[in-house]
């Protein structure tokens, strides 16, 4: 099994940086993880691929330093079971509501007597029948990160009680969530998002776990870690190549080069519709 690189620094109360990738390419999975970012995100809650395809994206990142942090759908314990069973170093449970909730997710990712986690053995996390079980459970169980998002106002409201939850060591704000279920889509600064954050920092701070949560500049970063946060998201490869490609317009659009945008025709439109919806 692999050790937690994202523990090991948090430990030591020192910042993890975790990036996202959304495209199945086991290159970029390869790239990111000999580049030595702490973790990759990988994300089963809203992309479409099998625990298949994910197991060989995890196999190529095993060439280098990275963790993969697996985040499955809301109530997918037996599918979170599989993602650990293939190698992931930790998950990230979305749309956590209640202190309950929490203990089902640790309940499932922890052997017992922890947790109540079934044993195989015969993939990549034991691995392959090769290892000891006694003391591969025992590291197992200190090692597999247990990643609580926070991402509605319920779960704001109960934040102190799930923090507590023995076996959580993190709180995960998930801001696009909460911000459009508290009625201010993706505006990060409303003064309830500042709240919000200084409110799952204290509950963290005061149960002995760690927090973090999705920043886009460093400059924003700054602020987080001086909040305490350690557990930082940052990037995306869809992101990335989006901006280039925009970078790429925007450079040759002088020399004469035009662009049949289908983006910029479906914004417009969108935005038409906006208004008209508006006046009804």
């Given at each position: 099994m692999r050790f937690s690189r994202i523990k090991a620094k948090l430990r030591k109360n020192e910042p993890a940086l975790i990036t996202t990738l959304h495209y199945t390419d086991g290159t970029l999975y390869e790239m990111t993880s000999l580049m030595g970012f702490d973790g990759i995100w990988m994300d089963l809650e809203?992309?479409?691929?099998?625990?298949?395809?994910?197991?060989?994206?995890?196999?190529?990142?095993?060439?280098?330093?990275?963790?993969?942090v697996a985040r499955p759908a809301k109530g997918e314990y037996m599918r979170m079971a599989r993602l650990l069973e293939?190698?992931?170093?930790?998950?990230?449970?979305?749309?956590?509501?209640?202190?309950?909730?929490?203990a089902d997710v640790v309940k499932w990712m922890k052997f017992a007597p922890m947790g109540e986690r079934g044993l195989d053995a015969a993939n990549a996390d034991a691995p392959y029948c090769c290892m000891p079980v006694k003391p591969y459970l025992k590291i197992a169980n200190e090692e597999t990160l247990v990643i609580i998002q926070i991402e509605s106002p319920r779960a704001v409201e109960n934040v102190e009680a799930i923090a507590?939850?023995?076996?959580?060591?993190i709180l995960m704000i998930g801001p696009g969530d909460l911000?459009?279920?508290?009625?201010?889509?993706f505006d990060f600064e409303n003064p309830y998002m500042?709240?919000?954050?200084?409110?799952?920092?204290?509950?963290?701070?005061?149960?002995?776990?760690?927090?973090?949560?999705?920043?886009?500049?460093?400059?924003?970063?700054?602020?987080?870690?001086?909040?305490g946060a350690r557990f930082i998201?940052?990037?995306?490869?869809?992101?990335?190549?989006?901006?280039?490609l925009e970078q790429i317009q925007k450079n040759y659009?002088?020399?004469?080069?035009?662009?049949?945008?289908?983006?910029a025709t479906m914004t417009a439109d969108l935005e038409k519709a906006e208004s008209y919806y508006a006046k009804k």
């Open positions: 809203h992309h479409h691929y099998s625990v298949e395809t994910a197991a060989n994206l995890m196999r190529a990142a095993r060439v280098g330093a990275s963790d993969i293939a190698g992931a170093q930790g998950i990230m449970y979305p749309r956590c509501e209640s202190a309950a909730e929490a507590k939850v023995p076996g959580v060591d911000s459009v279920l508290a009625g201010m889509p500042v709240k919000a954050r200084e409110r799952v920092a204290a509950a963290a701070k005061a149960a002995g776990i760690h927090w973090g949560t999705v920043s886009g500049t460093p400059e924003h970063t700054k602020k987080l870690l001086d909040m998201c940052h990037g995306a490869d869809i992101l990335m190549v989006k901006q280039g659009a002088p020399l004469g080069f035009t662009f049949d945008n289908r983006i």
